[in-house]
């Protein structure tokens, strides 16, 4: 029980996290269903319009803050949610950065703006997943290049 507090801890140390998966503590209704404790709440992929986005935001961003979802890492690789990259070791990391650089040296035109644009690597696998996620919230257009090596690297 105490290194699941831990871990609870360390998951939500930094509140609620928008690109990271949240899941249910306490039972609610939201978007015409019931969540049930320990379900993924998928918000992003719910029906609303385009306009509902900074109210959805806001929605989300207080049921966190009020005790009814949380960030749950070991859920994350239990279902096969987020972007995985908990998951890896530091080889399986390298080279995604690896094949996710090679992605963009072909799609840009001098060193100066590959060494732009490219990942940033390191040999600490914390801050590697850190300027992994980091590089993907900059460049979305590399988002399903990335599920497809990440998926290949994972074995899937």
Same mark, same amino acid.
């Given at each position: 029980?105490?290194?699941?507090?831990?871990?609870?801890?360390?998951?939500?140390?930094?509140?609620?996290?928008?690109?990271?998966?949240?899941?249910?503590?306490?039972?609610?209704?939201?978007?015409?269903? !019931?969540? $049930?404790? %320990?379900?993924?709440? @998928?918000? /992003? #992929?719910?029906?609303?319009?385009?306009?509902?986005?900074? &109210?959805?935001?806001?929605?989300?961003?207080?049921?966190?803050?009020?005790?009814?979802?949380?960030?749950?890492?070991?859920?994350?690789? !239990?279902? $096969?949610? %987020?972007?995985?990259? @908990?998951? /890896? #070791?530091?080889?399986?990391?390298?080279?995604?950065?690896? &094949?996710?650089?090679?992605?963009?040296?072909?799609?840009?035109?001098?060193?100066?703006?590959?060494?732009?644009?490219?990942?940033?690597?390191?040999?600490?696998?914390?801050?590697?997943?850190?300027?992994?996620?980091?590089?993907?919230?900059?460049?979305?257009?590399?988002?399903?290049?990335?599920?497809?090596?990440?998926?290949?690297?994972?074995?899937?």
């Amino acid at each position: 029980m105490a290194d699941e507090y831990k871990q609870y801890r360390i998951d939500n140390a930094f509140g609620w996290q928008i690109s990271f998966p949240v899941f249910v503590k306490t039972p609610f209704t939201a978007f015409g269903k !019931e969540w $049930k404790r %320990g379900e993924e709440f @998928n918000w /992003m #992929n719910q029906q609303f319009r385009a306009e509902d986005w900074e &109210q959805q935001l806001h929605n989300v961003h207080n049921l966190f803050n009020a005790d009814f979802l949380h960030h749950d890492s070991s859920k994350e690789q !239990e279902t $096969k949610v %987020g972007d995985r990259l @908990n998951e /890896m #070791n530091g080889e399986q990391l390298y080279r995604l950065v690896s &094949q996710l650089n090679a992605e963009v040296k072909r799609r840009t035109t001098s060193a100066t703006e590959f060494a732009d644009k490219k990942c940033k690597s390191s040999k600490i696998d914390t801050k590697q997943r850190g300027l992994i996620r980091r590089w993907l919230r900059s460049n979305t257009w590399a988002e399903d290049i990335f599920y497809q090596y990440r998926d290949t690297i994972l074995g899937e």
